[in-house]
C-alpha cells in the first residue's frame, strides 16, 4: 500500500503509532519494508502484531559518563595488553568478577586496524572465556563474512569483561570502575578504527544521550583518554538484530560504510 491510499485519519492513527512505539526521527530517506504484523497499516488493518522485543543491558547503564574519557592515570603503568589482562584479573574489588565463570578479555588479532568492542559476555562467552562464541558472535562472524573480514582482521573486546550474574544491568559503580580498563584497553591495541555494537557501549563511548537508532552509522572522532582521536562508529548489536530482523538494513549500511572506510588507505603522516 502507499500512504496515497490512506485517508488522513488513518494516516495520523499511524503517525500517532510510530510516536507511542519512540520514534522521533526518521532514520532512512525512503520508507523500508516492515515485517508483517508491525507496521502502522498492519495495525489498522487488524494484522497481529510482532511480540515487544527483550530490553538490553542499555536500558540500565547511564547514558553519558561524567568523566570522558576516564582519568587514566592510574593505568598508565600498564604497558601491555597483556599487562592489562592481568590487572583485571587481580580486580577483587569488581563484584562481577566474583560471580563470572571466566574473564573475557579479547579474540582476533591485537594488530588489527579495526577494533569492535560488544556489549557484555553471554552464557557462552562467561564459559569459554572468549568474546562473541556464542550465537550472537556467530552473526558477528556473518556480518564481518560479508565485508570481506574474519577474526584475523579484527580485534573483539566488550564493554565489561565479565557476565554479570543472570544477565543482570550492570551498576554505575561496576561501569565506571571498569571503563578506564575498557579505554586503556583502546590505548594499548591502537587500532585505526573502532566499531561499538550495542546502544550502552555506544551512549557512554561516544558520550551521548541519544538512542542508538540515532547514534549508529555515524563516525564520531573519540578520545580514549592518550589525546588521540580515533574514528569510532557506533552499529546495532548482532542480538538486537535476531530479534529485529528488519533493522537488518540499518546495519548493513554501518557495514558498508565501514568497508569504504577500510578501503581507503590511512593518512600517511609527513617526515
Ligand atoms: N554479546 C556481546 O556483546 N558480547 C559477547 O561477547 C557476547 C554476546
Not at 59 to 76: C, F, N, R, V, Y
Not at 203 to 220: A, P, Q, S, T
Request: include cysteine; aromatic fraction near 6%; charge should be negative.
Amino acid at each position: 500500500m502507499t500512504p496515497q491510499q490512506f485517508n488522513q485519519q488513518q494516516l495520523l492513527a499511524m503517525l500517532a503509532w510510530q510516536v507511542a512505539m519512540g520514534a522521533d526521527e526518521a532514520v532512512l530517506d525512503t520508507p523500508a519494508d516492515e515485517p508483517a504484523g508491525s507496521s502502522p497499516a498492519d495495525v489498522i488493518s487488524g494484522a497481529r502484531p510482532q511480540a515487544k522485543t527483550a530490553t538490553t543491558m542499555a536500558d540500565g547503564l547511564p547514558a553519558t559518563a561524567s568523566d570522558h574519557p576516564p582519568s587514566q592515570k592510574t593505568l598508565d603503568h600498564l604497558t601491555s595488553l597483556a599487562d592489562l589482562a592481568a590487572a583485571l584479573e587481580q580486580l577483587e574489588a569488581c563484584p562481577l568478577k566474583h560471580t563470572a565463570s571466566a574473564m573475557c578479555f579479547a579474540d582476533g588479532n591485537a594488530g588489527a586496524r579495526l577494533m569492535i568492542i560488544g556489549e557484555v559476555p553471554g552464557r557462552d562467552e562467561d564459559r569459554l572465556g572468549v568474546p562473541f562464541v556464542g550465537a550472537a558472535g556467530q552473526f558477528l562472524d556473518r556480518m564481518m563474512a560479508s565485508i570481506g573480514l574474519d577474526r584475523s582482521g579484527v580485534y573483539l573486546t566488550n564493554f565489561l569483561p565479565w557476565r554479570p550474574p543472570g544477565n543482570r544491568t550492570p551498576t554505575a559503580e561496576e561501569t565506571d570502575m571498569l571503563l578506564p580498563f575498557l579505554f586503556r584497553h583502546v590505548q594499548l591495541a591502537n587500532p585505526e578504527l573502532v566499531l561499538v555494537l550495542g546502544g550502552a557501549p555506544a551512549k557512554v563511548i561516544l558520550n551521548k544521550g541519544d538512542n542508538i537508532l540515532k547514534l549508529r552509522g555515524r563516525w564520531h572522532d573519540i578520545d580514549y583518554g592518550d589525546g588521540i582521536m580515533r574514528p569510532t562508529m557506533a552499529s546495532l548489536h548482532p542480538s538486537y538484530l535476531t530479534r529485529s530482523p528488519a533493522q537488518k538494513r540499518l546495519a548493513f549500511d554501518d557495514w558498508l560504510g565501514l568497508y569504504r572506510r577500510l578501503a581507503t588507505p590511512a593518512p600517511t603522516t609527513l617526515a
